[in-house]
């Protein structure tokens, strides 16, 4: 059976309930992800799950290393990755509390971010119209229903550099642009896990309504909505694992890669194999 790897965002630094909890030190050829993976069993499911920014919130979105993080998960044997972050809204009917499942990503970043495994003598170009995996959120959202969540099943998500949130002149214009929702991490997670034929989903939290509303946002408003949204992601984390060990996998993500590396197979340096061996090894 399949492992399930769960991204922890802002205020999500644990998974309840884990049994069998084995902490583990993964290294990767791009540096070390943001903490050890703790792996354990969820539900009679085995679960990998790593605190993006390390336990005590220690890295900045800016600083995470992507690469690593996500090249840890599929080392572990991951395959599914279902991503809980925190984030603002555009929408006077995305609520605070609410819950978002992202289909497409807007990217705003300066680039600085490492959002691909591919370089360094190695061209590969991922199909990455539809960001993340519709089965994966097909499953969260039948869970969240199940619970009984204000869950939105579509919307786009904005990726903010950061760590600064917006003003409110940027606030209206991406408003004005009909996004959605306002992040800060999700984009490079998707793209790399997509690179990795790893399936990903977002699970966004709603905790305030970014700067364009006429309520004004604050860091005790924000603090106070995560952590009454940390109670309600572990209960839905529960009733989704089962969920997604009885689908398996039928998705196009497993084969992300067929198609994609355009270099010679014999001009690929030989480090760059060796490092790169879990992702593409299959096809070269």
Known sequence: MAKIGIIGGSGLYQIDGLKHIKETKVATPFGEPSDSYIAGNLEGVEVVFLPRHGRGHRILPTELNYRANIFGMKKLGVEQIISIS????????LK?????????????????RKTTFFGNGIAGHISFAEPVCMDLKDVIYNAGQDLGLAMHNKGTYLNIEGPAFSTKAESRL?????????????MPEARLAREAEICYATVAFVTDYDCWHKEIVTIEMVIENLTKNVATAKNLVKKIVPGLAKAGRKCACKDALKYAIITDKKLIPARVKKDLDIIIGKYI
Request: no cysteine.
């Open 86 to 93: 925190a984030v603002g809204s555009f929408k006077e009917e």
């Open 96 to 112: 605070p509390l609410d819950i978002v499942l992202p289909d497409q990503f807007v990217d705003r970043t300066n680039q600085g």
């Open 174 to 186: 991406y408003k004005s642009w009909g996004m959605d929702i306002i992040g800060m991490t999700n």
